[in-house]
Each structure stands twice: as C-alpha cells, then as structure tokens.
C-alpha cells in the first residue's frame, strides 16, 4: 500500500493503523475532548483523501469489511460505554472506503462519516453522566437504571440506537446506499456487521437500562441536558426522514 493510502487509512480506519485512534481516545479523560476527536478525526481522512488523491486498489474493500468485522465483534465482549463507541466508530467508519472506492462526491463522503462519528461522540459526552452518577460508564455495574433514571435510561437508549444506523436516523440510509453500489458479496459482509452491531447493542443496553439493579441515589439526568440531547437527535431524524425517498 502505497504512503499516501497509509496517510489515509489511520483517519478513515483499517486495521491495525485505526489503533492509532482508538489508543489515543484511551489516553483522553475528558469526554468533550473524546467527542471532539472522534467528530474531527474521520473528517481530516476525508480531506486528505480528495487532496492526495490516491489510487485505491479493489483489495481495500475487503480490508474494510474485515476491519469492520473485527471491530464489531469486539463490541460484543466491551463493557466500558466509551471504548465501546470508540469501537463502533472504528467499525462503521472503515465501511466509508466502500464510497471512496466508488468515488462519490467529497460531501457525500463527508456525510457519510458524519452520520456515524456523530451518534458515537454523542455516547462518549453521555459517559460524563453516567460515571458522576454510577462511579463508571461499565454496563453491568449499576442495571436496571431505567427503574430510578428513566431520562438518563430514556437518552442513552436513544443514542445506542443512533449508532447502529436504526432508522429513522441518517446511518441506516446511509448504508443503504452503500449497499447499492456494493457487489453481492460485500453486501452480504456489510449486513453482516450491521447484525452484530445491533446484538452488541442489545447486550450494551441490558447493563444498563434493564433488570433490577443496586440502588442509586443518584439524581437523574437534568431536564435540560434531555432536551439537549433530544434536540439533537431530533435534527437526526428530520435528516433522515429527509432521506426516506432516496439515498445520499
């Protein structure tokens, strides 16, 4: 793989060069700065990717759904909330090269990472919440928060949801244009990863928000911080419903 695709894959994901991120996320405490690199991150790949140029090679498909792959079923064993939209970030965005290799318009690549970086940055700020009121962001340590938390339960469901491209929001459009411009067997691959995804999901959501859990005398989330997130995921899904007749 020729310098410039090097350059390029430690900002658009492949593995093992996405470590480089997902090592650096491990090493920042504050989850606003966590949010901000996982929003600026994918978007400086993109920008390097229209002004380097490069040739893609039909290989890098491939890698990016075994790089996606593996990042999926790596979620399926993660209980910390934060690695675990770090790692789903790495899954989703190494599925931007199926539109590189296309070669779609920049701002249709741009949405396209924008669309899943997003929702992930969205789940890191939640940790902040979670780990004043739990002690951590670790599913399992505190269940059944939907019982004395139902905003916070409420948000974070929301959010976890936003991630896995369930419509209405803009991710699950966005892969169904990828789909379209991908052969059977890709497709077949990319429906795979959305399937663990949403099981990875389901057992994230069950160390939280399900079953009876250990008292928490914790205040809820404040009506305000809901709303803003609310307010958020709410543009989400007029984006996406904006989508509803058509792809990207």
């Given at each position: 793989?020729?310098?410039?695709l090097?350059?390029?894959?430690?900002?658009?994901?492949?593995?093992?060069?996405?470590?480089?991120?997902?090592?650096?996320?491990?090493?920042l405490?504050?989850?606003?700065?966590?949010?901000a690199?996982?929003?600026?991150?994918?978007?400086?790949?993109?920008?390097?990717?229209?002004?380097?140029?490069?040739?893609?090679p039909?290989?890098?498909?491939?890698?990016?759904?075994?790089?996606?792959?593996?990042y999926?079923?790596?979620?399926l064993?993660?209980?910390d909330?934060?690695?675990?939209?770090?790692?789903?970030?790495?899954?989703?965005?190494?599925?931007?090269?199926?539109?590189?290799?296309r070669?779609?318009?920049?701002?249709?690549?741009?949405?396209?990472?924008?669309?899943?970086?997003?929702?992930?940055?969205?789940?890191?700020?939640?940790?902040?919440?979670?780990v004043?009121?739990?002690?951590?962001?670790?599913?399992?340590?505190?269940?059944?928060?939907?019982?004395?938390?139902?905003?916070?339960?409420?948000?974070?469901?929301?959010?976890?949801?936003?991630?896995?491209?369930?419509?209405?929001?803009?991710?699950?459009?966005?892969?169904?244009?990828?789909?379209?411009?991908?052969?059977?067997?890709?497709?077949?691959?990319?429906?795979?990863?959305?399937?663990?995804?949403?099981?990875?999901?389901?057992?994230?959501l069950?160390?939280?928000?399900?079953?009876?859990?250990?008292?928490?005398?914790a205040?809820?989330?404040?009506?305000?911080?809901?709303?803003?997130?609310?307010?958020?995921?709410?543009v989400?899904v007029?984006?996406?419903?904006?989508?509803?007749?058509?792809?990207?």
């Open positions: 793989m020729t310098l410039k090097t350059l390029i894959a430690l900002f658009l994901p492949l593995f093992p060069l996405s470590m480089v991120q997902n090592l650096i996320l491990a090493r405490r504050a989850p606003i700065v966590r949010a690199l996982l929003l600026l991150w994918p978007q400086l790949g993109v920008a390097l990717l229209y002004t380097l140029q490069p040739q893609i039909a290989f890098i498909v491939t890698w990016a759904l075994l790089s996606a792959g593996f999926a079923l790596r979620l064993t993660v209980r909330l934060g690695l675990w939209a770090a790692f789903l970030a790495s899954s989703a965005l190494a599925l931007s090269w199926g539109l590189a290799v070669g779609v318009d920049v701002t249709t690549l741009r949405l396209f990472v924008f669309w899943f970086s997003l929702p992930a940055a969205l789940l890191v700020l939640l940790t902040g919440p979670l004043r009121r739990l002690g951590a962001a670790y599913a399992g340590l505190f269940t059944g928060i939907v019982e004395r938390q139902p905003r916070l339960a409420v948000v974070l469901t929301a959010v976890v949801l936003s991630t896995i491209a369930t419509p209405p929001f803009p991710g699950f459009f966005a892969l169904l244009d990828l789909l379209r411009g991908l052969g059977n067997a890709a497709a077949v691959g990319v429906l795979g990863v959305w399937l663990l995804w949403g099981w990875a999901a389901t057992r994230i069950q160390g939280f928000v399900a079953g009876s859990g250990r008292e928490i005398v205040p809820d989330l404040a009506k305000s911080s809901m709303l803003t997130y609310t307010a958020v995921l709410a989400l007029a984006v996406g419903l904006q989508f509803t007749g058509g792809g990207l």
